[in-house]
């Protein structure tokens, strides 16, 4: 009886096996097609939403924590400074504190308004929980406007930066593929030189990107800490955003073309806030 | 069975969430530990084959609405790794460290074995890991670090993630 059992079984998984295999295999061949494009955006709407909860529920335990800390640490203090009148030292922390925030956040609602093109400023909610990718969730999605393919810029200190493109659109959050993906690809430009080439990234956060393509000629006007800006070619991204800077220049005699190591300017493991930018608005006034 | 698969998918789903909402954004990890992938591993260990790429796949199909991965690529290697984890259901006895840091380096292994292969198949849109970069092996040892404590979490829940009558 067992003999005959055990054969059946092994067929039973392998063949659920071959099922699962075949499916994903399906999906994986079809994922730049309309239809798993449309499952996949449902997906991404219903997992991003628990992400965002998920963001939402530690955010408020975080900040619950952090109050139930600072609330202890404001009644010792109280007893303390009640005692010896010290009081304005906390104030003035505070108060520093608030201008500092006050500062940041001013700078990017100037920033948001200096922009000439629309843009929709979103926060950063999560990345890839994937290794090999380098996919950013923001709290922004198809209800606020953004489609997918739109820029997505930032402001840090006092540079602008370019961080990424949209790949994906839920109904309240988004996917934006970050310059340092070895899938993104950006027409580019020495700002300087004028020389354009490809500047594509290396998959860490905190690496460099690297710009292929560049004539060979140009060699001689090129420079280690050149700015590289957006070309703006075929409308991806608009034109004269930072990307980088020049810090190493590479070519090979046997090679056409040079290849530049870029630094971002965009330090991407501080960055907590982004704009995506809407330029079907400026394009339909073009046409 | 189902039992089994439902909870090791909210167990999953958990895990994935904890790692793109909270662990994606500590700066100070390099790499983030693929505790998705150890709980699959534990659960297919502890039942057997079916279960484990049963709840591989649903588990690698949740997971890839969350990255920015082509739809199918954690499915395909989770499957997989849950397949292979439940061949050696009942084979050794598991201990509190060694054997599950083994079955974590072995199961990272195997799922840089399978993203290359279907790298070969499936083209540029597939990255894999590359043997001379750090991710692999700061990936491998991460893996191996969180696995004994993975393995204890769940063995903590046996009526959950344990049929009755396999093989423990």
């Given amino acids: 009886m067992q003999k005959r ?25 079809f994922s730049g097609g309309g239809f798993v494009v449309n499952f996949r955006d449902i997906g991404f709407s219903f997992m991003s939403g628990a992400q965002r909860g998920i963001y939402s529920v530690s955010s408020f335990f975080s900040g619950t924590v952090s109050a139930v800390s600072e609330l202890s640490d404001l009644r010792r203090k109280y007893q303390e400074l009640s005692k010896r009148l010290e009081d304005y030292e906390l104030l003035q922390r505070s108060n520093a504190d608030i201008k500092t925030e006050n500062e940041r956040l001013k700078d990017l609602l100037g920033f948001s308004e200096s922009l000439s093109i629309k843009n929709i400023p979103a926060g950063i909610i999560g990345r890839d929980p994937n290794n090999l990718y380098s996919g950013i969730t923001i709290n922004r999605g198809a209800k606020h406007g953004i489609k997918k393919n739109m820029p997505v810029i930032s402001f840090q200190g006092s540079n602008t930066g370019l961080v990424g493109k949209i790949v994906q659109v839920g109904r309240t959050t988004s996917l934006v593929m970050p310059v340092y993906d070895y899938q993104c690809f950006v027409s580019a430009r020495l700002e300087t030189s004028r020389y354009d080439g490809l500047v594509n990234g290396q998959g860490s956060a905190d690496g460099l990107l690297v710009m292929k393509y560049v004539k060979k000629r140009a060699r001689d006007e090129i420079m280690v800490g050149d700015k590289i800006i957006t070309s703006g070619e075929n409308y991806n991204y608009p034109g004269s955003i930072p990307i980088g800077f020049v810090s190493k220049i590479r070519g090979l005699d046997y090679e056409t073309s040079l290849e530049l190591d870029v630094e971002p300017v965009i330090d991407f ?19 | ?76 290697t989770k499957s997989v790794t849950g397949y292979v984890a439940g061949k050696f259901a009942g084979a050794f006895n598991l201990d509190r460290i060694l054997f599950p840091s083994l079955m974590g380096l072995a199961a990272t292994v195997l799922k840089a074995l399978v993203t290359w292969i279907l790298s070969i198949f499936f083209g540029p849109a597939i990255l894999s890991y590359r043997l001379a970069g750090s991710a692999l092996w700061l990936e491998i040892l991460a893996n191996i670090v969180c696995a004994p404590a993975i393995f204890a979490l769940l063995g903590l829940f046996p009526s959950l993630f344990v049929r009755r009558g396999s093989p423990e």
């Fill in chain 1, 5 to 29: 059992r055990m054969p059946i079984q092994f067929r039973k998984d392998a063949f659920l096996l071959t099922i699962y295999l075949l499916v994903s295999g399906i999906f994986l061949a």
């Fill in chain 1, 269 to 287: 493991s501080r960055l907590e806030n982004v704009f995506v930018l809407d330029m079907s608005a400026g394009q339909a006034e073009e046409n």
């Fill in chain 2, 1 to 76: 069975m189902g039992r089994v698969v439902f909870w090791t998918t909210v167990t999953v789903l958990f895990f994935s969430l904890f790692e793109a909402a909270i662990l994606s954004n500590l700066a100070f990890l390099p790499v983030m530990p693929d505790l998705v992938m150890l709980a699959i591993v534990y659960v297919s260990f502890m039942n057997s084959s079916t279960t484990g790429s049963t709840a591989g796949f649903i588990s690698g199909l949740l997971l890839d609405f969350l990255s920015a991965s082509p739809v199918g690529l954690n499915a395909f």
